[in-house]
Each structure stands twice: as C-alpha cells, then as structure tokens.
C-alpha cells in the first residue's frame, strides 16, 4: 500500500550548511525512486531518480543514496541556499506502470 | 519546451455542482496520470490513461469521479456533485512511455468547494 514515511517532517539548515532529508519505503520489490521538491502553491519539481540497481546517484548540487537493505533512501542538498526552501517529497514505484506512491514529506526551511 | 499545463489553476465551486479539471500532457508524451493532493499531505495516486485507454483508476472514488484522456484533445477530470470534502490541488503528470520514466507534473487546479 501507500507508505512510504520520511522521518522528519520539518528539517532546518543554516544557509550554506549541508542538508539530508530521509526517506523510508515499505516495498523491498519498489525497482524506481524519484525526489520532488514542492513549493508553495505548485506542483511538485523533479530533482534527481534513482533505480534500485544502484546505490547511489548524484546531481548538480544533490545526491541520492539507496540502502536496500534497510528500505531507505536520502537526499542530500549541498550548500544548502534559501531557494531549497520547500517541501521534499519521496516517491516510489514496484509494478509495471508509472505509478507512483509518496511519501508525507519534509519541509526544509533555509535560516540566511 | 511547454510542460504538463493544467487549467482552471484555481476553481470554486459550490457543493453538487460540477468540476472540469484540463490536463495537457509534455508534447509527445501519451501517458497521463492523475494524483491528489491534500493540504499538508503527500500526493495520492488516482487514475492513470493512455490515448482513450483508462490503464489504472484504482485510486479513483467510485462514485461522481471519472477521468479521460481522448483521442484529440487534453485528458480531462470530472468530479460531480462536488461536497466539501474534494477540496484539494489536483496535480497531471505526464511520461513519453507507462515504465520506468519520470513522471513530470503541471502546476496543479485547486479546488475549493463552498
């Protein structure tokens, strides 16, 4: 079913800090993982996917890791700015469509 | 590059009237998803077509909700007889195939009933 959880709902970093939003998914067979960013009054902005054969998968300024054996993945802003600032979603996908199940999320907030 | 576009943004309705929610998918893309989105809340899965094919609607209330996406045209939500209790943002994804791709989002209709 739906449940994917993060851990923390509100996270706050100091601008310039490094910021990691967790993430754990209840489906061991879940084979595609995307991290969204929302901000207020939008929909939600693709940062970086991961699948399941791999660990680890960076981006400009991001990072995702996937642990399997725990059911967990992270996302890691590096020199977080006060643009980060919104909500993070983790989203994940086990059957043969693209149908995705998300978790709560975690708001970040960025302190200048 | 146009993205996912959704219109109305904003929709007031009063309860037992009807909402008509416009998706427009990425050109090329011909798979659309719909999800929903309470305040506070992460996003829940609803229905999911292809070009006059509903692939997955098991998110989707079984009563006043139906979904298309035809042949020409954008897919289009239609709930019926609005009660307070739909109030929510409406988010359309899009993909150019039904595995393993991104799926990018519109910027949402909210809907607020009265």
């Known amino acids: 079913g739906e449940s994917v959880g993060l851990h923390l709902p509100t996270l706050s970093v100091q601008e310039g800090d490094n910021s990691i939003i967790n993430c754990a998914y209840s489906n061991s067979a879940s084979d595609y993982f995307i991290w969204y960013k929302q901000e207020s009054g939008k929909g939600p902005q693709f940062i970086i996917d991961i699948r399941s054969n791999m660990d680890k998968r960076q981006g400009q300024r991001v990072t995702v890791l996937l642990n399997k054996t725990v059911k967990h993945l992270s996302l890691q802003i590096a020199a977080t700015q006060p643009g980060d600032s919104a909500v993070y979603f983790c989203?994940?996908?086990?059957?043969?469509?693209?149908?995705?199940?998300f978790g709560s999320g975690t708001k970040l907030n960025v302190k200048p | 590059n146009a993205g996912v576009m959704q219109n109305p943004r904003h929709l007031v309705r009063r309860r037992g009237q009807e909402a008509r929610l416009r998706c427009s998918p990425v050109k090329g893309h011909s798979h659309v998803y719909w999800y929903r989105q309470l305040p506070e809340e992460g996003l829940k899965f609803m229905v999911y077509l292809q070009k006059e094919n509903i692939i997955d609607e098991s998110g989707m209330p079984k009563e006043r909700f139906s979904a298309e996406f035809p042949k020409e045209g954008p897919s289009i939500l239609r709930i019926q007889q609005v009660v307070r209790g739909d109030s929510a943002a409406y988010f359309c994804a899009s993909s150019p195939a039904g595995n393993g791709n991104t799926i990018y989002f519109g910027e949402g209709s909210w809907l607020t009933v009265v």
């Open positions: 989203a994940e996908k086990w059957d043969n469509f693209n149908k995705f199940y």
